[in-house]
Nanobody
């Protein structure tokens, strides 16, 4: 599975961005997908995840109610809609894929896309 994230950019606090992650590979639709981020000088942290067919989602508490993860299996694409952005959301965002059936270990990673939120 190969992953390509896009959609990052510069936005003012309170604004919105939508990240996309295109997955290639014939089994991509069966993988659990996740978004992670790494802020300057910090470790990588989990942001959100979604099981195949959108049956289950999970979020970091810091983004609950502001971010929404979704997927379009016909397009092999996962989205992260980010609303009410805060300066502390500034980070490089990565998408990742986890194999079935456990969907625990993220074995495939895309290159990140930078999100910068100005105050």
């Amino acid at each position: 599975v190969q992953l390509q994230a896009s959609g990052g950019g510069l936005v003012q606090a309170g604004g919105s961005l939508r990240l996309s992650c295109a997955a290639s590979g014939r089994t991509a639709g069966t993988y659990g997908m996740g978004w992670f981020r790494q802020a300057p000088g910090k470790g990588r942290e989990f942001v959100a995840s979604i099981r195949p067919y959108g049956s289950s989602t999970s979020y970091n508490d810091s983004v609950k109610g502001r971010f929404t993860i979704s997927r379009d299996n016909a397009k092999n694409t996962v989205y992260l809609q980010m609303n009410s952005l805060k300066p502390e959301d500034t980070a490089v965002y990565y998408c990742a894929a986890a194999k079935p059936p456990s969907y625990v270990n993220y074995d495939y990673w895309g290159r990140g896309t930078l999100v910068t939120v100005s105050s």
